[in-house]
């Protein structure tokens, strides 16, 4: 496999694949890399991480993203808001969607292409809360710590969440609540159950933040991408500022962190529930594809992501993000000197903002032809 890291204008062998070339694994069996999917981006589960690998391989291959007209969000609290969203440009349809959106799947599928793979990722309830109201400052909202927050959760959530309409949320399975389950419904447990069915039913692979590298050598396997594609640098990973640090994150190794946890995870049960059924799911597909496989593609993968970091990267700098949310910021990359305009490493190293914004722009000046 040439895994020499390229630049799209450098000489014919460093440029990246055509999207329909086909692709040999090394099991010898031989697929043509799929281009359409549905990424549900669920908030704090590493998303950024994974939506890098989806806007590098869209933009690379110049599919069309469906991507907010403005900001972030595709908009649509309890329906998909078409408005909310840039046209496709004439001829085109939608390949990618991979920013924030709820997950209105009838929607999706009628406007996605037929053979579009529905993808998600989720993270083990009590550290995805916690991650959560830290990023989101929810003590501002429901006025108390995280731990005072979970000794009497219901009480915090009714006072000031339960009747507030919004496309953000975090008061109770928060996952769930991206996935497109009705916080009305967080109560009945028949109803959650059958959300999870639904959601087993429509999602092709259901990744775990806390399995990363499997889930992404899983959706290597399911899209049939190489693994150059699933390269991937971390992204919002926080960095505590200013003596706060540490509020509202969830500690261990302490009998009071696992007690937190617990009940963290008692207060989200649907997420609880969710994860467990995903993450059995998740090993049964492991076991599928061969311990020995997985763990030989991952030790590859942490060879070549090195050496893309090496190659590209410099270092790291910190965004503050203190001014909304708290005494925290974000580490992001430093491009190597010499290396600005090679894209493989641009791209590597966008932060979602700047890839948003990009691929808006991009998109832009697509529709005016
Ligand atoms: N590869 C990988 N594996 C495990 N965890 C990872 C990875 N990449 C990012 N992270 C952690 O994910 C959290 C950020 O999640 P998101 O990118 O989904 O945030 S956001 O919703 O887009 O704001 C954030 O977690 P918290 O620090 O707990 O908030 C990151 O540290």
Redesign the pocket.
């Known amino acids: 496999m040439d895994t020499r890291i390229g630049d799209q204008k450098g000489s014919p062998e460093m440029a990246p694949k055509r999207v329909s070339e086909s692709v040999t694994s090394q099991t010898g069996t031989t697929c043509t890399p799929a281009r359409d999917v549905v990424y549900i981006k669920v908030?704090?589960?590493?998303?950024?991480?994974l939506q890098n690998i989806f806007y590098r391989f869209g933009d690379e291959k110049d599919l069309t993203f469906m991507l907010p007209a403005n900001g972030f969000y595709v908009e649509g609290v309890d329906k998909f808001k078409p408005s909310g969203v840039l046209k496709p440009p004439p001829g085109k349809q939608y390949n990618i969607l991979a920013n924030h959106a709820r997950f209105f799947y009838e929607d999706f599928k009628k406007i996605m292409p037929a053979d579009t793979k529905f993808v998600t990722l989720i993270r083990e309830a009590a550290?995805h809360f916690s991650?959560v109201y830290?990023?989101r400052v929810l003590k501002r909202l429901y006025k108390v710590e995280l731990e005072g927050f979970s000794l009497n959760p219901k009480f915090y959530f009714e006072k000031y969440d339960l009747n507030r309409k919004g496309r953000v949320y975090g008061g109770r399975d928060p996952e769930l609540y991206d996935l497109g389950f009705d916080k009305k419904d967080m109560n009945s447990s028949t109803k959650v159950d059958n959300y999870i069915k639904f959601l087993d039913k429509k999602m092709d692979l259901v990744l775990l933040?806390e399995y990363?590298f499997e889930s992404v050598i899983l959706l290597k396997d399911l899209m049939c991408w190489d693994l150059q594609t699933i390269v991937?640098l971390?992204?919002?990973?926080?960095v505590p500022l200013g003596k706060e640090k540490g509020a509202n994150t969830l500690q261990t190794n302490s009998t009071k962190a696992d007690a937190l946890t617990n009940r963290l995870n008692k207060w989200n049960d649907g997420d609880f529930k969710m994860y467990d059924h995903f993450n059995r799911t998740l090993w049964k597909k492991i076991e599928a594809y061969g311990r020995d496989r997985m763990e030989s593609e991952i030790a590859e993968l942490k060879d070549l992501t090195q050496r893309y970091e090496d190659e590209c990267m410099s270092g790291i700098k910190v965004r503050d993000i203190s001014y909304w949310s708290g005494p925290i910021g974000l580490k992001e990359y430093v491009i190597r000197k010499g290396k600005e305009q090679n894209m493989t490493c641009k791209r590597l190293g966008m932060s979602?903002p700047e890839f948003v914004d990009y691929l808006q722009k991009k998109h832009k000046t697509r529709l005016q032809g």
Do not use: G, L, V
């Not at 908030?43 to 991480?49: R, V």
């Open positions: 908030h704090k589960t590493a998303s950024s991480t550290s991650s830290s990023y933040t990363f991937h971390n992204s919002k990973i926080r979602e």
